[in-house]
């Protein structure tokens, strides 16, 4: 990649990442969207969900909305509205501080992560192992095992061999 090729995928990087805290700020569940997430989800996935942040339950709408004019599959649908689950009750500057560390230099903030320990630093850990985090509680709730999949693979680099998973992980990284 181009220096200049790279300072625009920065730029545009920084510029989602901006979207996507503001966007949180005031982020809030209309009343036909939570008719939709009790129509989709178990009574166990819609517990889940019910206790993710209200900014995470809004990115997960907002990418539920996507994949679903997408015609993509019930097992994506509902990965999408759960894939965060793992992430558990979030300061926003621990969500900043990841975020920073990761843009200055990729696994630099796993120095400061723990499992266990003060919750700044078990905060950031959590963020990073979101994912299988996530799809262990879907799994232990009864999800499908699909959606188990889908949210253990969605941190990850779109594989080759599953399209499916593939443009999960591409919406996810745009909404």
């Not at 009790?38 to 339950?57: E, K």
């Not at 990841?98 to 959590?126: C, I, K, Q």
């Amino acid at each position: 990649m181009t220096r200049s090729a790279s300072i625009r995928h920065a730029a545009s990087r920084a510029r989602y990442r901006v979207r996507q805290y503001t966007k949180g700020i005031a982020a809030h569940v209309r009343p036909e969207e939570a008719a939709t997430v009790r129509g989709l989800l178990s009574p166990a996935g819609l517990a889940l969900f019910l206790r993710m942040q209200r900014r995470d339950q809004r990115h997960s709408l907002d990418l539920f909305h996507v994949l679903a004019a997408e015609d993509a599959s019930h097992d994506s649908q509902v990965a999408a509205l759960l894939h965060d689950v793992g992430k558990g009750e979030l300061h926003d500057w621990q969500r900043i501080a990841f975020v920073l560390l990761e843009a200055v230099r990729p696994g630099l903030g796993r120095r400061l992560e723990v499992e266990s320990g003060p919750s700044w630093r078990t905060g950031l850990w959590r963020l990073r192992h979101h994912a299988r985090l996530g799809a262990e509680r879907l799994a232990a709730a009864g999800c499908a095992p699909r959606v188990v999949e889908i949210v253990a693979a969605h941190t990850g680099a779109p594989p080759a061999d599953d399209a499916e998973v593939a443009r999960f992980i591409e919406w996810d990284s745009r909404t």
